[in-house]
């Protein structure tokens, strides 16, 4: 899913509280102290929605990136088993639903088709049982089980935790409470489609990626945009967390 990603400085925050707590997040060394005690008291499956998007066009791609083969399955076969092990309940997020008749999933329409991945996050928060619900696309298969539980553990008072890499926040990866659909709602109707604004009266914060210090590792928010970048997936090693 190609995004329009934003940094940090670039990130609109309405109250300058909230502006601090994006800025300040560069340092990824605090995550796991943060969310080690959490990991171990909460049990699995989470009291969270799984939302995976999957409405991107694939144009770069030339066939729809979800399936994809990857780890003897599917990308969205491999990321769905995945959540659907963490998560009380996931959904798939397509304005194509008729192409995913054949997998065993929850699987929900844009509620605004052509709208871009914030209008899925949207369909996604409206249709959830609990409180929070985790985001992703479904064309990131590095984003470990380990991040997603670490993320989770910190949903408590907060509205909305972006998944944060070096400078760059990454709006479609994250923690979703429903209390964000108004604003996206908002967001969407103004013709936003890949761009979030963090607004005033929403708890927000940013959780930092683990650094491995190696370049010749891919990261966890490695996303597959082309044959080249599926190429590079199948053929060079992840960054563990």
């Known amino acids: ?7 940090a400085n670039e990130l609109h925050v309405s109250d300058p509280a909230q502006r601090v707590s994006v800025e300040k997040a560069g340092n990824s060394e605090p995550e796991a102290k943060h969310t080690k005690r959490s990991l171990a008291a909460e049990p699995i499956p989470l009291p969270v929605s799984g939302i995976i998007l999957c409405g991107g066009k694939s144009r770069r791609m030339g066939r729809e990136k ?49 709208k871009g991945p914030l209008a ?3 369909s996604g928060l409206l249709v959830s049982v609990f409180e929070h619900c985790f985001v992703m696309p479904c064309d ?13 553990a910190r949903r408590h008072g907060l509205d909305m935790l972006l998944y944060q890499h070096d ?7 994250g923690i979703y ?3 964000c659909a108004a604003a996206l709602e908002q967001a969407v109707f103004k013709g936003a489609t890949h761009q979030i604004s963090l ?36 053929g060079r090693p992840a960054v563990r967390s």
């Open 66 to 114: 979800a399936f994809l083969p990857y780890a003897g399955a599917t990308l969205i076969e491999n990321r769905l088993d995945r959540m659907q092990a963490l998560f009380a309940e996931v959904f798939l997020v397509t304005s194509q639903p008729e192409q995913f008749s054949h997998i065993s999933a929850n699987v929900v329409k844009d509620i605004v088709p052509d």
């Open 1 to 7: 899913m190609q995004l329009r990603t934003r940094t």
């Open 140 to 152: 990131m298969p590095l984003l470990d089980d380990q991040i997603l539980r670490a993320m989770a």
């Open 199 to 234: 607004v005033e009266g929403l708890a927000t914060d940013t959780f930092c990626a683990p650094r491995s210090g190696k370049a010749a590792l891919l990261p966890p928010h490695f996303d597959i945009n082309s044959a080249g970048d599926y190429a590079r997936l199948l």
């Open 120 to 122: 899925g996050v949207l």
């Open 167 to 173: 400078d760059t926040v990454e709006p479609l990866v």
């Open 177 to 179: 409470s429903r209390r």
